[in-house]
């Protein structure tokens, strides 16, 4: 099953082709909040916004806000900020604040709608009236080709102070939809718009399918009044107090699950034994503190062949408590060398085994992480760890290291792929706060690895990544690290 699906029904049932056109507003919408907000925090922090200039600017907005400037007016009179600077550096910028700032505020559901409209072949598009230096970051990671903005004018590489006609607001809006018809032959009377804003109206009431995502009150009133169906995404935004009660009592529950574990050390003499009640009573303890559900495919695979090295492509700090409820008993992991400077946290893995190893130091890490192959031929233990050697920033897969491929191979243990789908949803890199949720993940068949050999490794570690990105549903792609 997809994750959201509830969020998609209404579209995989519709036809599939171009003409139906799957148009996305930006700020609100697709992402939490506004994308200019995090553009001038950032220009503040960096002193590319004097005092003075945080005043005007401020002012400029403030007044549109209050209908006292037009929205054309408003960009012209913004866009002087940027007169004289080049392009290439503003580009490089907003690419710099999609990583850090922007990525984990994409709604998870809007990014199922967007995938669900693609597998329909449906033509997607965002029509946005902020730059495309806010939007085209994101774009790319959603794979949306279309990006309908507002566009400064630019000569030989620097801004001019000047904005391109029409602007993407409003009518404008409209306009950038219809250009959509002539180019896809899209039909409008059979497409989609999701928007939060009444100022979208225009264009709302020119498609066949409003869809009204996370509504201002006015929108809200008028989707109501005109039968329209209203969605509201709570997965990203504004922290509520259980969230920061969830992010204080996920690390707590860690150190009092291994702390619960010692009388068992202590009656029985087996630390391996006090081990897995610790791991498993931490996983149980944890995933209801965040409200973690998971929905598993192939579970059957993580009992047929132990020991083993379980890999699991890496989107969340989730994902330690995920595959400590997958797997349960019997297992060691590797983890970064900063983990062990995280007071008692760090003690506790380093007491369990887990290996942190300096990812900068190729050579130091594999002499680090020689012990697991003693752990999984003699002990009987399985290794779990991620092969794209830290969190990726979005659900894209990252490149793969050869190290849990080698590990396998000398160990003589097959590898078993864990492909999460959606972790995420519950925590985003870059964020502190977790959230409940469903987690999609499978399990797929054992790999045996005893033909291997270090001439062919690039050659298994490539076929096992794509195996992550046909069921990730990403497209195939050779790429070693």
């Known amino acids: 099953m997809l994750p959201h699906q509830d969020v998609v029904t209404e579209v995989l049932s519709q036809p599939d082709g171009p003409q139906v056109g799957a148009l996305f507003d930006f700020d609100g919408t697709v992402i939490s909040g506004y994308s200019v907000k995090a553009f001038i925090e950032e220009q503040i922090r960096r002193g590319q916004l004097s005092p003075r200039d945080l005043v005007e600017l401020l002012g400029v907005m403030a007044s549109f806000g209050l209908g006292g ?14 007169r004289g ?7 490089t910028f907003g690419q710099e604040l999609f990583e850090s700032h922007i990525a984990k505020l994409i709604y998870p559901e809007a990014r199922a709608l967007v995938r669900a409209h693609m597998s329909k072949g449906h033509t997607v598009a965002i029509i946005s009236s902020a730059t495309p230096y806010q939007v085209e970051p994101a774009a790319r990671e959603l794979g949306i080709e279309n990006v309908l903005c507002t566009r400064l004018q630019v000569e030989n590489g620097k801004f001019t102070g000047a904005v391109l006609r029409p602007t993407c607001f409003g009518q404008g809006k409209v306009t950038a939809a219809e250009s959509l018809v002539e180019k ?5 009377d059979k497409s989609f718009f999701y928007s939060d804003s009444d100022d979208d109206i225009q264009l709302l ?5 409003p869809r009204p995502l996370n509504p201002n009150k006015t929108l809200l009133a008028i989707a109501e009044s005109r039968g329209w169906p209203v969605r509201r995404f709570g997965s990203r935004g504004r922290a509520h107090v259980s969230d920061f009660l969830r992010s204080l009592f996920v690390p707590v529950s860690l150190v009092g699950s291994f702390l619960s574990g ?34 598993i495919q192939g579970e059957h ?5 132990r020991p083993a090295v379980f890999v699991f492509n890496h989107q969340s700090n989730v994902d330690m408590v995920i595959v400590a409820r997958l797997l349960r008993r019997d297992i060691t992991g590797v983890g970064k060398r900063e983990i062990r400077d ?9 007491a369990a085994g887990v290996v942190l190893i300096d990812r900068k130091d190729t050579a130091s890490a594999i002499e680090a992480m020689t012990p697991l192959v003693d752990a999984m031929r003699v002990e009987g233990k399985s290794v779990c760890l991620s092969p794209e050697g830290t969190r990726a920033l979005t659900p894209r897969l990252a490149g793969f290291k050869k190290g849990a491929f080698h590990l396998a191979m000398q160990a003589g243990v097959p ?10 949803d519950v925590q985003p890199k870059g964020d502190v706060f977790y959230h409940p949720g469903t987690v999609e993940v499978d399990v797929l068949a054992p790999i045996d690895t005893s033909e291997w050999s270090t001439s062919t490794i690039d050659t298994h570690v490539a076929d096992v990544r794509n195996l992550y990105l046909r069921t990730l549903g990403q497209d195939e792609a050779k790429h070693i690290e």
């Open 262 to 295: 010692m009388p068992i050390w202590a009656l029985t003499g087996s630390k391996r034994d006090a081990l897995n009640f610790s791991v498993s009573l931490f996983a149980d303890t944890a995933s209801a503190l965040i409200g973690l559900n998971l929905r």
């Open 301 to 305: 695979h993580l009992w047929s062949h």
């Open 85 to 91: 600077h080049h392009e290439d550096a503003y580009i």
């Open 415 to 424: 590898i078993v792929p864990i492909v999460i789908q959606n972790s995420g």
């Open 205 to 209: 009431e020119r498609v066949g399918n």
């Open 69 to 82: 400037l037009g929205f054309g007016a408003m960009m012209v009179l913004t866009s002087q900020f940027l």
């Open 342 to 350: 995280i007071p008692i946290v760090g003690r506790i893995m380093e």
């Open 184 to 188: 896809y032959d899209v039909d409008l």
